[in-house]
T-cell receptor, first 112, second 114 residues
Framework: QQQVKQSPQSLIVQKGGISIINCAYENTAFDYFPWYQQFPGKGPALLIAIRPDVSEKKEGRFTISFNKSAKQFSLHIMDSQPGDSATYFCAAFSSGNTPLVFGKGTRLSVIA | DADVTQTPRNRITKTGKRIMLECSQTKGHDRMYWYRQDPGLGLRLIYYSFDVKDINKGEISDGYSVSRQAQAKFSLSLESAIPNQTALYFC?????????????FGPGTRLLVL
């Protein structure tokens, strides 16, 4: 059973465009939602995260939008750059003794 | 120096061989994880350990075993490697905070089973 569903699997965006990656979850016990960024040949690394008590969090060109009632959250990358080309994973966490649950990832390619 | 190291970085082995992938961390974290990454399948959890005496199966533990030798070391073994275990393997560590957790990943081990 896939606890966090991520889409699309791959995404191609023009330089300067907006990249949008979506995730949905079922478990209402999740209370922390991070996004990880992975460059080729590297391990994933935390990019940005949000808690369900806010609807949006912005860090530079990266924004998480969170819809608690729909149990959905999304990553928006504004003014996408070729250097943003990477695989992005959404994840969900519930406080307690369970690991992070990852989505299947989105491979983003930003082309000039 | 890297906080989470994995050895070897690349490994080619033959079907039926036993191999061990090693992970060491200097972050002082209690929690450690092993994942495998395959194209289109994302990160799949193999085993995790919340402290030295704790070992838990993840989503895909069949064909794998682990050993937590110390807080800083967590090894993954393939008892009898098979070709569909060809993948990129990641070790990660974490120290959960109040209502949050950040995992820190190693650089990965690329394994090819012939």
């Amino acid at each position: 059973q896939q606890q966090v569903k991520q889409s699309p699997q791959s995404l191609i965006v023009q330089k300067g465009g907006i990249s949008i990656i979506n995730c949905a979850y079922e478990n209402t016990a999740f209370d922390y939602f991070p996004w990880y960024q992975q460059f080729p040949g590297k391990g994933p690394a935390l990019l940005i995260a949000i808690r369900p008590d806010v609807s949006e969090k912005k860090e530079g060109r990266f924004t998480i939008s969170f819809n608690k009632s729909a149990k959905q959250f999304s990553l928006h990358i504004m003014d996408s750059q070729p250097g943003d080309s990477a695989t992005y994973f959404c994840a969900a966490f519930s406080s307690g003794n369970t690991p992070l649950v990852f989505g299947k990832g989105t491979r983003l390619s930003v082309i000039a | 120096d890297a906080d989470v190291t994995q050895t070897p970085r690349n490994r080619i082995t033959k079907t039926g061989k036993r191999i061990m992938l090693e992970c060491s961390q200097t972050k002082g974290h209690d929690r450690m994880y092993w994942y495998r990454q395959d194209p289109g399948l994302g990160l799949r959890l193999i085993y995790y350990s919340f402290d030295v005496k704790d070992i838990n199966k993840g989503e895909i533990s069949d064909g794998y075993s682990v050993s937590r030798q110390a807080q800083a070391k967590f090894s993954l073994s393939l008892e009898s490697a098979i070709p569909n275990q060809t993948a990129l393997y990641f070790c990660a560590t974490s120290e959960p905070g109040h209502r949050q957790e950040t995992q820190y990943f190693g650089p990965g081990t690329r394994l090819l089973v012939l």
